[in-house]
């Protein structure tokens, strides 16, 4: 039987799997997954322009500068996703006492770290 929480769809957790989310599935909500969707068009958006420049022999400056922009848009965004998954996943799981959870998002910093 699955379980229902506000953000996560769990399967029953097994010996072989005790991660945060077992079925590896987060269900959003529309007015978040079209927030989301918005941010990706945007920064894919800027990638699109990213390779106009180039096709134009823009100048080497001018493109890093828009690739700055687009790196910032992406961590802009990795970080909402890290804030959301420690609020829809990691904390209830920590509530439930499943520490495993906490190995995950220590790994995910480590990742942001890098």
Avoid: W
Wanted: net charge neutral.
């Amino acid at each position: 039987m699955k379980k229902t929480t506000q953000n996560q769809t769990e399967a029953p957790v097994t010996e072989q799997d005790q991660s945060c989310c077992a079925v590896r599935k987060t269900e959003r909500s529309e007015q978040d997954k079209h927030y989301l969707i918005g941010r990706l068009n945007r920064i894919a958006g800027q990638i699109g322009g990213v390779k106009r420049m180039i096709d134009e022999d823009r100048y080497c400056e001018d493109i890093l500068v828009q690739l700055s922009a687009v790196g910032s848009a992406v961590k802009s965004l990795s970080t909402y996703m890290l804030e959301q998954h420690m609020k829809g996943c990691i904390v209830p799981q920590v509530k439930q006492g499943n520490d495993a959870s906490v190995d995950e998002i220590l790994e995910l910093f480590r990742r942001f770290m890098r």
